[in-house]
């Protein structure tokens, strides 16, 4: 018969249930441990049991009916429903208004209100906003971005949602019998209406001193106005009393003087004829005298309507075909004397191909930089380049419907340092283009230094830098200690002293021509004599009947200094200089 002895304790074996995860022999039996443990699957299963045959638990669902939370806070009854927990019974949030959006919060439980958000995105359409009365979005107002100064140039950026106002050069034109003002842009031509000055205005200009535009009428009332360049609304300043014509072209000379071109001789329909000059306070004019040559003249070549001083002070004029002028003459570009009134041609207002330019030119004005602009006249309103030194117009571009009848830049400021030049040659002109003002300053640390240590530099308003040599301190006179021995007290400028040596004749220096008193030499240059820096010693006699004479010097890294004066005061000459370095 066949032995059955049993395997240790502990020895691995399989019980035959899947549930049991660690099977050991104990006492010859196989015993399953380490069992797999059952949980619910969620809040909706039950604990279920595990299958012997297949390691597998169960997942029974809990009746339908038993309570659970489905993490929302806005439905305030949930159970179980086919092992799924179901929320029913929902918070109702209304708040009878058509522009808000309403909500339950789902962690809180509470009812939100939020506004219905009609924006667009863009900043420059304006705020959108919603109708109450039927929550509908409705587009708001859209920015009002005008700053009320006519030196700039409004407008909305969308980029950075804000608005625009850019400082700017502003040519301001005027449409002649229309009444308008405009800002007309130098480079293209075109025109901005600024607003109605109610009154035909053939011209107008800025005074450089105070900024104030002046506008003058025409249409048989030669009344002198100041008007708000920002809005256009004009004030009588009076009746310039020269006649019953037009105030045809306007320009103030650097002294804040206004000049006019005036229609006297035929009264109107001719053009300016005479140059006056207008009182700014009350208007009233002074005749200066007529253009001559029959300008604005019935008949006569066209008169003078626009006008404009240059930077060096010269007037210049132009003139337009008048109804009553002939025929035959073309518009004209002309220097004006502003003490007499008389008119130089300078040529024809023609185009490079010698066009006559057609309307005349009426309107006129100088950038700084010297650019003469043109306003033409007669229905074609456009602006023009007009070379100053033979007439040749150049198109710009259209600017209005009617004549372009005259034009004047505002006073905003400065553009470029070269507008800046305040004719010091010590200060550095800038122009801070954020304000528009003038800076004239010396630069930081000053602007001669020449880097040299021996030149005292200053600066001359109207020579510029200058570099004056810098003088070495002169030793006093020499001591004699003895017979042959000579000192003098150091000087703080100079790094060592040279001695001279000359002869008195018997007869004494002043015995000798002129230009040959002195003829010292150098005796010792530096202290080569190893008797000290500043001592001289001398044991030899001079020739029988004459004496020894000394002076001496000091030097440095900026040269020698003079070795002494004579009685009259002159310096004593040194042809002889000791060596440098010693």
């Known amino acids: ?30 015993v399953g441990a380490n069992p797999v443990i059952c949980t619910a699957l969620d ?19 809990k009746p339908n009916g038993a309570a659970c939370t489905d993490g929302d806070a806005c439905t305030q009854t949930d159970t179980c429903q086919n092992g799924a927990c179901i929320g029913s019974n929902p918070v109702t949030c209304n708040d009878g208004k058509l522009c808000t959006t309403d909500r339950c919060d789902r962690v809180s439980g509470q009812c939100v209100f939020a506004p219905v958000n009609c924006s667009n995105g863009l900043f420059c359409d304006g705020l959108e906003t919603c109708n109450p009365a039927n929550g509908a979005c409705v587009a708001g107002p859209a920015p009002t971005c005008n700053d009320g100064n006519a030196c700039t140039v409004d ?11 850019v400082r700017t ?3 301001l034109g005027t449409d002649g019998s229309g009444g308008n003002l405009y800002r007309i842009n130098p480079a293209t031509g075109s025109a901005v209406l600024i607003g109605s000055m109610g009154f035909a205005a053939p011209s107008i200009a800025v005074d450089p001193a105070s900024g104030i ?35 045809a072209g306007l320009a103030f000379d650097r002294s804040s003087r206004l000049y006019a071109a005036v229609n006297i001789v035929d009264d109107g329909g001719t053009g300016g004829d005479t140059l006056a000059i207008l009182n700014t306070t009350t208007g009233l004019g002074v005749v200066v005298g007529p253009f001559g040559g029959g300008i604005g003249s019935s008949g006569g070549p066209g008169g003078i309507d626009g006008i404009a001083f240059d930077s060096s002070g010269r007037l210049y004029g132009t003139s337009a075909r008048q109804a009553s002028s002939n025929p035959s003459a073309q518009p004209t570009l002309y220097t004006i004397d502003p003490a007499t009134g008389t008119a130089t041609a300078v040529g024809p207002l023609v185009n490079g191909s010698g066009v006559p330019q057609a309307g005349g030119v009426v309107g006129l004005e100088f950038d700084v930089d010297g650019t003469l602009y043109g306003g ?23 600017s209005v419907t009617r004549s372009l009848a005259t034009l004047s830049f505002l006073a905003c400021g400065c553009f470029s340092g070269a507008e800046c030049n305040d004719g010091n040659s010590c200060t550095v002109d800038t122009c801070n283009l954020m304000s ?20 005292a530099d200053t600066c001359d308003p109207v020579l510029g830098c200058v570099h004056q040599p810098v003088s070495i301190g002169e030793p006093a006179p020499l001591q004699f200690a003895s017979q042959t021995t000579m000192s003098w007290p150091a000087t703080p400028d100079a790094t060592h002293w040279n001695t001279y040596r000359g002869t008195i004749p018997g007869t004494l220096l002043g015995s000798r021509p002129p230009g040959s008193v002195y003829d010292h030499t150098c005796y010792e240059s530096g202290d080569a004599l190893g008797d000290g820096p500043t001592t001289a010693t001398d044991p030899g006699d001079p020739p029988a009947g004459t004496a020894y004479y000394y002076v001496d010097s000091g030097e440095g890294t900026c040269g020698e200094s003079a070795v002494g004066h004579a009685s009259s005061g002159a310096p004593i000459p040194n042809a002889a200089a000791c060596p440098t370095p010693p």
Not at 43 to 61: K, R, Y
Not at 155 to 165: D, L, P, T
Not at 214 to 240: E, I, R
Not at 384 to 389: D, E, G, T, Y
């Open 1 to 30: 018969m066949c032995s059955n002895p049993t395997k240790l304790d502990g020895t691995a074996c399989n019980d035959g249930n899947v549930c049991t995860q660690s099977d050991s022999c104990q006492a010859g039996i196989c």
């Open 43 to 61: 809040q909706c299963h039950q604990v279920g049991v595990c299958s012997p045959g297949t390691g597998v638990c169960s997942n029974p669902l």
């Open 155 to 165: 407008s909305c950026n969308e980029s950075i949602h804000a608005c625009a106002n």
């Open 169 to 171: 050069k502003t040519l």
């Open 213 to 247: 535009l002046y506008a003058g009428q025409g249409a048989g009332v030669p009344n002198l106005y100041t008007v708000d360049p920002n809005g256009g609304a004009a004030t009588l300043v009076g009746n310039t009393q020269l006649g019953g014509g037009a105030v």
């Open 376 to 398: 033409t006249g007669q229905q074609t309103g456009s602006l023009v380049r007009i070379n100053p030194a033979t007439g040749v117009v150049t198109f710009i571009g259209p």
């Open 436 to 455: 528009g003002t003038c800076q004239n300053a010396p630069p930081p640390g000053g602007m001669c230094d020449d880097g040299n240590a021996c030149t």
